[in-house]
């Protein structure tokens, strides 16, 4: 993949620009620090992200922080305070946080022009900033609306010594004395999880995967999460079935980060039991094809969040012209405009109500879905993405620059 292939989705003037803009930048360093590898949103956003950077000149490397279950218990926990749920930190929990930081900074190179840290998992690693990296940047991709306080203000301390902290969505925007920059994530469109596929690929992948084909598909591709409300959209979707036959396919893969998948996976499961028309996917972390296929195969795609950072899934499934139901929460109406690029919705009740209307209304659907893939050309494909953050990266150096040339 190179930059050139994104000439016929965003025109040459785009990568002109990040040609220009990337020149500024003289081959920096920059080090991105993220939790896991494999599974979730930002690792999707950062395997793609980084060769293009690097083709672009800048010297860029990805560490992934190293942990043990009781870290991962504590972050997931942390992680979900954060999107509002009533959980507690321990001292003892704080604690793992911060030792597990301090013991990885003595085998992570951060020894960069700019650290990139993404989400809290690593947060505390500013600790070094004395010692090493020049710019710290917090790139934080969870939905803030309804932060617990207590977690908030653990992260406070450490988040109010980077240089900037970067959200996809307004309103997650907190009060501090640092820069807050506003950043929505973005997709691939030549990755295996976007790329245009054959019709035979796409049957085949259903075949493979033992969903017939013979009524309309309602999908959902997520990691087993609470957050994600698996259970809500299987109750959604025995609301539709009521009057409408289809199937649903619910489907989710691990993260190496996310020790709570097996337990909501096998709450799903008991509440599923042995519907035959409910199909349950485990998949492995690389089944991007599969994941391609069967966005591209369903004739709804949900995505029931309780909070959402931006939805990797619901951009996913918009690029490929689809009709998506969608939560009203997060970082998702940045994506779903109302009855113009999918459908928003606030309940179990009025997502089965609006799975209903794109089942039944064909032509009102492929609207949507063309309005919707427009709309992601236009505002959420990995170039804009990367010239957001190039643009960022020199807004840093710039204050600097300008502090030396004032000679203060
Ligand atoms: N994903 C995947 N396999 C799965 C579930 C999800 O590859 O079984 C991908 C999905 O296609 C998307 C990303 O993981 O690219 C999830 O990103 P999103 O922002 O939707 O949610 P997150 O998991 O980061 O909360």
Not at 74 to 90: C, I, M, Q
Not at 123 to 130: F, G, Q
Not at 332 to 344: C, D, E, F, M, T
Request: charged letters at 25%.
């Amino acid at each position: 993949m190179t930059l050139d292939q994104y000439r016929p989705f965003v025109g040459p003037s785009t990568l002109r620009e990040l040609r220009w803009l990337a020149e500024h930048l003289n081959g920096r360093r920059i080090c991105c620090v993220n939790a896991t590898k494999t599974g979730g949103g930002v690792a999707e956003i950062l395997h793609r992200m980084i060769p293009l950077l690097r083709e672009l000149g800048l010297d860029v490397w990805w560490e992934v922080l190293e942990g043990h279950p009781a870290f991962y218990q504590a972050t997931k926990k942390l992680h979900n305070a954060l999107h509002g749920k009533p959980e507690t930190l321990t001292p003892e929990m704080q604690q793992t946080l911060i030792e597990v930081n301090q013991r990885n900074l003595s085998r992570l190179n951060l020894d960069a022009d700019i650290v990139f840290i993404h989400d809290p998992q690593p947060i505390a690693l500013v600790e070094a900033r004395r010692q090493v990296g020049r710019h710290w940047l917090w790139r934080c991709h969870i939905d803030l609306t309804y932060a617990q306080r207590d977690a908030w203000e653990f992260l406070r301390p450490y988040v109010q010594r980077y240089d900037a902290a970067v959200y996809s969505a307004p309103a997650f925007a907190r009060p501090l004395a640092i820069r807050q920059i506003l950043i929505a994530p973005s997709i691939d469109p030549l990755s295996d999880k976007n790329k245009e596929l054959s019709p035979e690929t796409i049957n085949d992948v259903f075949a493979h995967l033992g969903i017939p084909q013979d009524r309309p598909i309602v999908t959902q591709v997520s990691r087993f999460d609470y957050l994600k409300d698996p259970i809500g959209v299987v109750e959604a979707f025995r609301l539709v079935r009521r009057s409408i036959r289809c199937r649903l396919v619910l489907a989710g893969g691990p993260a190496s980060d996310d020790p709570e998948g097996e337990e909501i996976l096998a709450k799903v499961r008991e509440r599923v039991g042995s519907d035959p028309d409910i199909h349950l996917l485990m998949l492995p972390p690389d089944s991007h094809t599969e994941i391609n296929a069967l966005q591209r195969g369903s004739t709804v795609i949900v995505q029931k969040s309780l909070r959402e950072g931006f939805g990797l899934t619901v951009a996913e499934a918009l690029w490929k012209g689809k009709s998506v139901v969608a939560s009203a929460v997060g970082g998702i109406p940045l994506q779903v405009k109302h009855r113009y690029s999918g459908l928003l919705v606030h309940s179990i009740e009025g997502a089965a109500h609006a799975i209903k209307q794109c089942l039944r209304n064909p032509e009102f659907a492929k609207q949507l879905g063309e309005n919707g893939r427009e709309h992601v050309r236009q505002n959420f494909l990995l170039t804009r993405h990367l010239r957001d953050y190039l643009m960022m990266f020199l807004t840093l150096g710039r204050s600097e620059d300008m502090m030396t040339l004032n000679g203060s």
